[in-house]
């Protein structure tokens, strides 16, 4: 009887030392992925690899912190009025120390870096610890995170960490903590709301035993969350919508018909999603019930975008790939009456290389190729660094997609050629010089301020900003 009793205190002592080992690992691997997928994102910042979405979230944190309520001029009025968005002010207090890009390139990293703590925690609960910390790696080396990582900033990064917290919640029957993280999860984006109704109905199955309690919250859930979609798309973003904003919606006003364009497009990217976890998920697709509004938004639209690992749209369906992807594991082992759980090292190896195989395709990858080993900082960008930010704050500026993310701190900046503005600035070296189209009248309007290499500054004649930096130049 008492080694009985010892042996049951040895097994729960390694137990335990197992669990330990496995957090500072995960918490080492998370460390990792966050300093260089930060680097990664800045270096390609710095070699003006970012674009308008960047500069459209800096410029309304920057703008919001001077008294303007998240408002872009890129995107044509208050954030607000294209996505509700309440998350963002989780951003603003770092955002308000650190007044720069790099900080929400960091925040990023950071934020999808920490998606792989509630991984590890339902692969914890589904099988062991060292289940938990393979997938929760495997996560981190998943070529369509990187996509997410990699395109500017968005606020849909918070949502790997929000809805796997949630599902844990969920299948741990810890209740209050369900609710927090499922009402975080709706103030991500409006189109959430979707997922948070599906999550309930997928709650709502799988505790299909529960008592009427648990059935009455689930219920109430989906009823919140259908009416902040509600609230969303028919009170909050038109109270804040200005004419000549987007309307994401468009984009699946004709969904047969955008369905006979780039399906192979479609393949290929349901391929990507699935290959680096082996399409593990198809053995529990019963976890996959609340990305189903998330593949409807991804492969819908009539824009390739939605459906590429190269952009941030991937960031809806991760979380609950790899849940499922765990689940379908755990089915795997128990396949054969279990023959197949003695083969667990082999699995998961073979899963870990095959992940690494699929990075050859990855936009990390492609983004080390661009910035680390062909990437160059030419004479040019070391240029356009030094000059752009000697260009006062209350400039307004007409200038090209590349340009934009380094030049947010104002109240006026606008993609393309913006009549009257203070300002234009091209870089002709750039490929998105594309974007200044100005009339020989426009010109006219202009004079040539400076041109240093292929960095050229117009300014307007007739502004009185201008006429004063004519006798200060910028130089």
């Excluded at 749209?313 to 279990?338: C, E, H, Q, T």
């Excluded at 104002?410 to 234009?424: A, F, H, P, W």
């Excluded at 974007?435 to 004649?461: A, F, H, P, V």
């Amino acid at each position: 009887m008492k080694n009985h009793s010892l042996n049951k205190n040895s097994i729960s002592d390694l137990i335990r030392n197992e669990e330990k080992r496995s957090v500072i690992i995960l918490a080492l691997a998370i460390i990792i992925y966050s300093i260089t997928f930060s680097y990664l994102s800045i270096r390609g910042h710095m070699l003006y690899l970012t674009g308008a979405d960047l500069a459209i979230f800096e410029q309304s944190f920057w703008s919001t912190l001077h008294g303007e309520f998240f408002y872009t001029s890129i995107g044509g009025g208050s954030q607000f009025g294209i996505h509700n968005s309440p998350v963002l002010f989780l951003v603003i207090p770092f955002y308000a120390v650190f007044q720069n890009t790099e900080t929400l390139l960091v925040v990023q990293s950071v934020l999808l870096a920490l998606g792989a703590f509630p991984l590890y925690l339902i692969g914890k609960k589904a099988h062991s610890a060292k289940i938990g910390l393979s997938f929760a790696f495997l996560y981190l080396i998943y070529s369509p995170l990187h996509g997410v990582n990699l395109i500017d900033f968005h606020e849909i990064a918070f949502f790997p960490l929000f809805a796997g917290l949630c599902i844990y919640m969920l299948i741990n029957e810890r209740w209050n903590w369900f609710f927090i993280f499922a009402l975080l999860i709706l103030f991500i984006k409006e189109d959430c709301a979707l997922i948070v109704i599906m999550i309930g109905i997928f709650g709502l199955i799988i505790h299909r035993a529960s008592d009427k309690k648990i059935k009455l919250l689930l219920a109430g859930l989906i009823l919140i969350a259908s009416a902040w979609l509600i609230i969303s798309f028919f009170i909050i973003i038109p109270a804040f919508h200005q004419p000549g904003q987007s309307v994401n919606l468009n984009h699946y006003v004709n969904i047969p018909g955008n369905l006979l364009n780039h399906n192979d497009a479609r393949i290929s990217y349901i391929i990507h999603l699935f290959l680096p976890v082996c399409f593990l998920p198809l053995l529990a697709p019963l976890y996959l019930i609340p990305a189903i509004p998330a593949f409807g938004e991804t492969l819908l639209p009539d824009r390739f975008e939605y459906f590429s690992i190269f952009y941030h749209y991937s960031a809806l369906l991760i979380p609950f790939i790899f849940v499922s992807a765990i689940y379908g594991f755990k089915r795997l082992l128990s396949l054969k009456n279990g023959y197949l759980s003695s083969k667990t090292n082999f699995i998961l190896i073979f899963l870990l290389i095959v992940s690494i195989i699929s990075l050859v395709i990855s936009p990390m990858s492609i983004l080390i190729n661009e910035t680390i080993i062909n990437g160059k900082m030419t004479d040019q960008f070391r240029l356009n660094s030094f000059m752009l930010p000697k260009i006062p704050e209350d400039f307004s500026i007409s200038t090209q997609w590349d340009l934009l993310p380094h030049l947010p701190h104002r109240n006026n900046l606008y993609e393309g050629y913006n009549k009257n503005t203070d300002l234009v600035i091209i870089d002709k070296s750039s490929a998105f010089i594309r974007d200044i189209q100005m009339s020989k009248e426009d010109l006219e309007n202009y004079t040539n301020l400076y041109q240093n290499g292929n960095l050229i500054i117009l300014g307007n004649r007739e502004s009185p900003r201008v006429k004063q930096l004519q006798t200060h130049p910028l130089t």
